[in-house]
């Protein structure tokens, strides 16, 4: 009985993406990328996608401007659900930004992609 839970579960979990998080699924980070994390700060030490920068969501288009990140240079936005990384990819398409991708959780994004959690004490992979 269990196992018939667990299939089902699965399926569901499957079905609850998001479309922009499924769209992680068929998407490569361009090379030249920035991976913005648009959680808390608190969230962000807790652990985050090799390489990303934290810029809370509500702050996404000051934080961008202020690290000079120009609006065509292509982002990657993430979170812990897909939904403020929707919201921030929103507020940057009506600021002009051009090339984003809201890569949804970051779980789903560590896991699409084969990388692993940077967390407090723990080194970036080395490319």
Do not use: W
């Not at 998001?18 to 068929?26: G, L, V």
């Not at 702050?59 to 921030?88: D, F, K």
């Amino acid at each position: 009985m269990s196992k018939v839970l667990l299939a089902i579960c699965a399926v569901a979990a499957l079905f609850a993406c998001s479309a922009d998080t499924s769209r992680a699924f068929n998407r490569d980070i361009p090379p030249n990328a920035v991976i913005v994390d648009v959680r808390t700060a608190e969230e962000f030490a807790s652990g985050h996608f090799p390489g990303a920068i934290n810029i809370p969501h509500d702050r996404i288009v000051e934080g961008l401007t202020a690290s000079s990140v120009s609006p065509s240079t292509p982002l990657v936005l993430y979170c812990r659900s897909g939904n403020r990384s929707g919201t921030a990819e929103a507020t940057l398409r009506s600021a002009g930004f051009s090339q984003l991708q809201n890569g949804g959780d970051l779980h789903t994004l560590l896991a699409v992609h084969r990388q692993t959690m940077v967390t407090p004490g723990t080194a970036a992979p080395q490319s």
